[in-house]
């Protein structure tokens, strides 16, 4: 899923390993899966929304009214009694945000609410006190056999914890902040890590986050790094706002196929509120940009705008993760490729 666990020609080999899960349920409805259509540039399945997993207004922690930035996780041959096959993080944004955790046994749903959220809140004494935490992507570590969490709180910072259950964390360290990026960057946020070699920059990890500046146009930025700890990052972005005629781009997720890597991103609502999908190469050289990924639809919840995607598959059946609706106030949805 979102870091490379269980992709079907999305995943690099080696990228977390292990155990698949078991077949999926049928589809609501009846009938087996419909099999994946490689319609979308690139080749990627053609992913067609199918239900909100997740509702603000349904949740026990719900703070603001609103949840962003979901990263599904498979717990098979991970962790030892879990809670579900799935674990799905999530949360608010607005402050005081808070790092929140659903699981569930399908991708289709339903997912529960840990009855415990936040797992991370935004006062970690005595690591740090900000307005906010939100975003987290969680990737699994099988060195360590850990889940490493990459979180933002303020805007300006990434930080990391690690987990044996992916419900108790221990803070680690920051790992990327305004003060690593070119004068006059304002946020450095909603960050995804990826198993990746770059054996020229002796790399095994690569990361995507959203950079902000002065303009107040937000593009997409990388970084790469030997641990997934210490990280040295690119002062050019890797996707402009105006490559793609975007007043702002986000949300950006790694995906493989036919030994080539994508990135797949969200264009702000008034753009046009599609996922667009740049083919950067394994090697991070190229910018092709291929269009449209995912054309959101105006009908609820997507109203327009389709963000922040996390992806996985379950007994070959590919699955998108992602935030529908307007910023701030939309849900949790799931579409099915």
Known sequence: MCGGWFFVNTARPGGGGGPPPGPPPPPRG???????????????????????LLTPSQLKYNPTGEIIFPCIRGTAGRLANPL???????????????????????????????????????NWQPHYKVSHVASAHVMWIEASKEMWMYFHGENTTTRL???????????????????MLPSGTTETSYARVFPHELPSRGAHFVMVFMLNNTSNHRDIHWGWSADGRNWTFDQQPLVRHADVGAVNVGGPHLLYRNNS?????????????????????????????????Y??????????????????????VPYM?????????????????
């Open 261 to 293: 890597t994508y990135v797949v991103y969200n264009k702000d609502k008034a753009s046009g509120g599609d996922m667009m999908i740049t083919e950067v190469g394994n090697d991070f050289s190229k910018r092709t940009h291929l269009g449209i990924f």
């Open 30 to 52: 009846g009938g087996p899966p419909a099999p994946a259509v490689a319609a979308a540039p690139g080749g990627f399945p053609d992913y067609k929304y199918v239900r909100t």
């Open 161 to 179: 914890a690690r987990s044996k259950d992916g419900i108790n964390f221990t803070y680690d360290k920051v790992v990327l902040s305004t003060s």
């Open 295 to 316: 054309n959101s639809r105006s009908a609820a919840p997507e109203n327009g705008r389709a963000a922040a995607p996390s992806f996985g598959t379950d007994g070959g």
């Open 84 to 122: 579900g096959r799935y674990y799905l993080y999530y949360g608010p944004h607005d402050a005081p945000g808070g790092i929140c955790l659903a699981y569930g046994d399908s991708l289709e749903g339903p997912f529960t609410e840990y009855p415990n959220n936040p797992i991370v809140s935004n």
């Open 321 to 337: 993760i992602y935030e529908a609706g307007e910023r701030l106030a939309g849900s949790i949805a799931m579409a099915r490729g």
